[in-house]
């Protein structure tokens, strides 16, 4: 639920974020992307390289490709229901530098799993 997301740091929120990466959709492209989560002052850069992801928090890359700015739930909106970059922006998220990157990893990432049963009947 979006009550229990909300409450998870945002760096183990990443690292989820990290699991979803498809190799074969990123290929071999790197990505340079700070994060800036405007309403909790956190801030983050993730790095893609050999199909692989990693997030750091309280850093940032010196020349990113790209800068993304707003509230955390609109992070969340991106990274997890991959709600389109466009429509975002019109709800406050800022993208400076190639947006294009940030499309990338969206697209890269595999849809959050639906319910699943705990035990088969």
């Known amino acids: 639920s979006i009550d229990m997301i909300s409450a998870i740091p945002t760096g183990l929120l990443l690292d989820s974020v990290a699991t979803r990466l498809d190799p074969e959709k ?3 492209r790197s990505l340079a992307i700070n994060f800036v989560f405007s309403d909790r002052q956190e801030k983050a850069k993730i790095s893609v390289g050999n199909a692989v992801m990693f997030s750091e ?3 940032s890359h010196a020349a990113p490709a790209a800068t993304v700015s707003g509230p955390r ?4 909106a991106l990274l997890f ?4 970059l466009a429509q975002l ?9 190639d947006r294009t990157v940030v499309e990338a990893l969206q697209a890269a990432l595999d849809p959050m799993p639906g319910p699943f049963n705990i035990a088969e009947p």
């Open 26 to 28: 990123i290929g071999d």
């Open 81 to 84: 229901l991959k709600l389109p």
């Open 73 to 76: 739930q609109l992070f969340l």
């Open 57 to 59: 928090m309280d850093a």
């Open 89 to 97: 922006e019109g709800a406050g998220l800022r993208v400076e530098g």
